[in-house]
């Protein structure tokens, strides 16, 4: 069985996150049939779950002032933060049948447990996210349709932890909200997990590794079908450019996957 490896980037956060959806809605609609294993980065940004406050996840000063995109993915769970040095991995495949979020969750992240190991890391997991000595390595979300199921993950390979503890300052706060709230943990790096520097594409290739040899099956290079980088743009100006998607999701703007597309009437915020 092939699988699609897709290495696709854009130096824009909102782009990024709206070839995510994408990817989810064409399997959803038929159009990709094959499944897909994207390895993908971003600029400094900070990424809030589909139904989360901005104000209550956020320290929207320290983002403006060391230029940190906020940004906002269409699968629930916390906030996180992503650098160039984070390596962010996707996984879009048919829902298996009986298989519940949790155990879709466990299943993924024993994918990174088993890369980890490869690379001589002793690791655990804890609900969605993968942990090395306590501290949270790699934090993890998924969108599961009828006829879909995206899992998508963020591993802090060298990671500026230190802006991250700045970003993400309002997490620590315990105060009660009707919204999702990130629970806070402490964070680490594989760099600093293995005393030694490490790459993206080190760890892309004990990834890719794992999940050929986990699932039985072979990677090949890809890139996106037509329809796929047609929705991917409309959803980009349409959608992920919206500010009042991005500060309060489904409050600015109600669009789920599979759902009609509008006409943009906002301006692509390009800054936080």
């Known amino acids: ?35 897909t294993l994207r390895i993908w980065s971003n600029p400094r940004t900070v990424v809030v779950g589909r139904f989360q406050e901005v104000a209550e996840e956020v320290d929207v000063q320290q983002c403006e002032l060391n230029e940190v995109h906020i940004a906002r993915r269409f699968t629930g ?89 700045r970003v993400l300052a309002p997490s620590k706060s315990t105060t009660k909200s009707r919204f999702v709230r990130s629970k806070w943990q402490e964070v680490t790096t594989l760099t600093e997990a293995l005393s030694r520097p490490i790459s993206i594409k080190e760890v892309a290739r004990a990834l890719e590794r794992t999940v050929e040899n986990r699932l039985g099956m072979r990677l090949v290079t890809g890139q996106l079908a037509p329809e796929e980088e047609g929705l991917s743009e409309t959803l980009y100006s349409d959608k992920y ?32």
Not at 101 to 121: C, K, M, P, T, V
Not at 247 to 271: D, F, L, M
Request: proline share 4%; charged share 20%; hydrophobic share 35%.
């Open 1 to 35: 069985m092939e699988w699609r490896r897709l290495k696709l980037s854009y130096p824009s956060p909102f782009r990024n996150l709206a070839v995510e959806e994408a990817l989810a809605h064409a399997v959803s609609i038929g159009v990709q049939k094959q499944p």
């Open 77 to 165: 769970g916390g906030t996180v933060f992503q650098d160039e040095a984070t390596l962010n991995l996707t996984l879009v495949t048919r829902p298996e049948e009986g298989l519940s979020n949790l155990a879709f969750h466990e299943l993924n992240l024993q994918l990174i447990r088993e890369a980890l190991d490869s690379l001589g890391i002793r690791s655990s997991t804890s609900r969605n996210s993968a942990l090395i000595d306590g501290r949270k390595v790699c934090g993890a979300a998924a969108a599961v349709g009828l006829h879909f199921a995206l899992w998508h993950c963020s591993i802090l390979v060298e990671t500026d932890t230190q802006l991250l503890r």
């Open 241 to 272: 450019c919206s500010g009042k998607w991005n500060r309060h999701g489904n409050h600015g703007y109600r669009r789920t996957v599979g759902g009609p597309i509008r006409q943009s009437r906002y301006v692509c915020a390009q800054r936080p």
